[in-house]
């Protein structure tokens, strides 16, 4: 069982930036595949951006936080970030942490984490 506590999220105006981080309990963190995703009231839980196992080698962002965002992972502290910046009103949302083995598609992760707020005022 991984357990995975989001942090970071807050109230931002537009055009700034947060970094979220993601502890993860996991003894072999470093064998996980880490995600992040964001779900906005009333709508569906959206992919936001993925990093590789191990070395974090292989990442993968949604065509909306392209060049804003930033997902890293440092196994030494059991840790995956999202640096956001540039954010937008639009990138308010719940965002969760999400880890897994392999390559998974979509939104097929094994462990969720509770979620963080971010609100980004106009």
């Known amino acids: 069982q991984v357990q995975l506590v989001e942090s970071g999220g807050g109230l931002v105006q537009a055009g700034g930036s947060l970094r979220l981080s993601c502890a993860a309990s996991a003894r072999t963190f470093a064998a996980y595949t880490m995600g992040w995703f964001r779900q906005a009231p009333g709508k569906e839980r959206l992919f936001v951006a993925s990093i590789s196992a191990w070395s974090g080698g292989n990442t993968a962002y949604a065509d909306s936080v392209k060049g804003r965002f930033t997902i890293s992972r440092d196994n030494a502290k059991n840790t995956v970030y999202l640096q956001m910046n540039s954010l937008k009103p639009e990138d308010t949302a719940v965002y969760y942490c999400?880890?897994?083995?392999?390559?998974?598609?979509?939104?097929?992760?094994?462990?969720w984490g509770q979620g963080t707020q971010v609100t980004v005022s106009s």
């Open positions: 999400a880890a897994t083995f392999g390559t998974p598609r979509a939104d097929d992760y094994a462990y």
